[in-house]
């Protein structure tokens, strides 16, 4: 790639290393603290009545539609305390640092003080892990490494501090240095003009972590902090006039020259120049003459380019227009679904117009001609469905159901009209769960006439075949609840995070109490009702007293998509910020053609600096922007927009499913059948969003299987609690200047881990 003979020098008198000894002393501004009070309260976990763990709890069996809401638990406060210091390298105390320390699902934080001092009190006895690190605008070039006492780059060798009940540790020591940097520009390839305010990302290829910066005003970027090990890095440049770049001169990830920093105070200058996009107009018309004929308004229309494996979506505008922006070179075959005689996963493309794409050019002429087919995925005549009526001998009103048919590979869901009646056609041959969905005051429903998918029925369509009768009977929703009180008091205990386990799912609902100490839960997280089954309750480990509610970062996200069920999913992870929560969270999608929309909401009980997960399960094709929104109070935080641009349905290369742990199983289990060999990582993530264990695998085809015991890679035992796991495909990729990293890449599943001790 030519960089025109741009050097560091654009950056400064002293090049590089002067400006890493800038950001060095550049550290240090103030922040007002973020403490929890000193009158703040812990309260251990407890299991009603009083089991130490889920499964010692007494279990509750709910009927279908009984409410419960006696629990009563009363609580008793412990805890002690930790406090130190944060100096740099140099010995000079570090002010507005922020100082974390966590045991298993437990986090409490402080920021130092004008000396450098921390302390954390109100901490539940026991082992502590104790890590540090600055933020905006703590330096004026961002953030440092976080860095572990003593000293330690990562967890794993960082020492563990042991808190007793009433008691105070001191001396904690931590200093801080600065990370890696990754320094360059970004510029027109033609023009060479400037490009400010453009997005670079590194992604950390080992543990998946991406961090971004954007171009300043004069199209530089810096990014740093970063970890030490090997980066892909690409310039996002969204819905503008060029195209997204990686670091080498490629638009595909896998050609991707990967920058590797070893030492944690390395430097590494990669300059990008854009090359503009190409763009493809068009029309569909009725009718058989693309030149003639009404336009057809919102049809589908999908551009794929077999050499590069690129496959793009959009829909018409309401004159039967589309057109194809950020298009690399290459040849392109257009075709719409909707006119073709062909089913659309298995449509002839050879036989659709070809259009050359040069970058840079506008091309016209892909005009398509045809007459729209009924709305079916499909030939209709040789395929079959499902229908039946909902709750047929009931009182209650059966409008606004919604049907679902779901086999390994094939998914529809129809709303059912006000009588009650449903029909679900255009289905393929294959076995189909069918689950019936309402509002909180009905629980989900399988056929046949159960609350749980695992113990429903399997309704058969085999081809051809005439429609199968189905009737569905929805259940009432059942309800829990209770009182918190402080048992010394017997004042309630507001604001106490309370978790409903189902045991038959391993699902977990969470809510808080209320001012008089209450808690009623009625519906589970997909917001239908509680359905009938065992559960056992729980009030999770928390600190009581107020945080002081000054925001201390920005909201940061990043988005994958992943194939799951034989659907795309659009997931998007968030990291929210420190000191201001608990938040409203939001996930929003504005699709290219369409009205901006909510997808995903989550409410948030702690302070802020987790790591959360959003999904929308049903993403529209072509191109959407998605963004994150978190409110606290008077405090609201966005995420930059990221796009996602969706193909139609692919066959995975994998299909996955797991058991969850029990009393009787102390591990979490994942079989996955591989189409094909590949290798994989899969990694498990705890609540903050922290890799904690990592198994890489060369899968055979066929059947494969991955256990894990609850430990992380260290061997240390993992607290009970929720994770996350992702499964990846990974390859040895060689860095440049020697060596060889492990990458952790495309998602092939991901979920939510419930381990149980």
Known sequence: ?????????????????????????????????????????????????????????????????EIREDLSFALTPSGGAIQGMVRDRFGAPL??????AESGRFRSHDLTDDLGAFHIDGLPPGQHTVRAWTFEPASSFGEMMPLYAPQAQDEANAQIYTVEDGGVLTGVELTLSPGAVIIGAVFD??????????????LHIESGMVFWTKTDAMSIYRLEGLLPGAYKVVVRTGKTTHLDEYYGGVHDPDDATLISLSDPNAGFQADFELDPEGRLFGSVREGDDPRVGDGIPNIEVIATEQT????????????GFFMFDKLQTGSYYIYVPAISRFFPNAVNIEEARTVEITEGLDNYGAGMAGN?????????????GISGTIDPEGDDPPGGWLVRAAS??????????????????????????????????????????????????????????????IDLFPLKSAAIGGTVIAMSSSLPVSNAPVQLHLQETGEIIDTRTDASGHFSIRRLSDGTGLPPGTYTVSIDSFTTGQIAPTPVRSLRAWVETVHRGGRWIVQVFAELPLGAG??????????????????????????????????????????????????????RFESEPMEVRLSREDPPDIVSWFSCPNPSRKEWRMILNAGRPISVALQIIDANGRLIWRDDRDLREGENTFIWDGCRNDGQTCAQGMYFFALRESRLLDLVGGGQATEAGTVLASGRVVWIR
């Open 1 to 65: 790639m030519n960089h025109r003979g741009r050097s560091i020098e654009r950056y400064g008198p002293a090049g590089l290393p002067g400006l890493l000894l800038l950001a060095i002393c550049c550290v240090g501004i103030g922040l007002s603290s973020g403490a929890i009070s000193n009158d703040a309260d812990f309260y251990p976990a407890v299991y009603w009545p009083s089991g130490a763990t889920p499964e010692e709890g007494d279990p509750i069996i709910l009927a279908a539609g």
């Open 372 to 384: 729209i087919l009924p709305d079916c995925p499909g030939i209709p005549e040789l395929l079959g």
């Open 582 to 635: 608990p938040y409203d969270v939001r996930l929003s999608r504005q699709p290219e053609n369409g009205d901006e929309s909510i997808v995903a909401m989550q409410e948030t009980t702690g302070a802020g600096g987790e790591s959360i997960l959003l999904e929308d399960d049903e993403p529209m094709p072509g191109v959407s922007i998605y963004q994150v929104s978190a409110a606290a109070g008077e405090y």
């Open 408 to 469: 390994q590979a094939f998914t529809r869901e129809i709303l059912a009209e006000s009588e009650g009646i449903y029909v679900i056609d255009c289905l393929p041959d294959g076995d189909y769960i069918v689950s019936l969905r309402a509002d909180s005051s009905h629980s989900r429903q399988y056929f046949d006439e159960v609350p749980f998918e695992y113990d429903a029925s399997l309704v058969s369509v085999t081809l051809p075949d005439t429609t199968r009768e």
């Open 95 to 100: 002010s507005g640092v922020m100082v974390v």
């Open 308 to 319: 590069l494996e690129v496959e793009r979506s959009v829909f018409t505008d309401e004159d």
């Open 189 to 202: 390839a033609i023009t060479d003009g400037l490009l400010p305010n453009y997005r670079v990302e590194a």
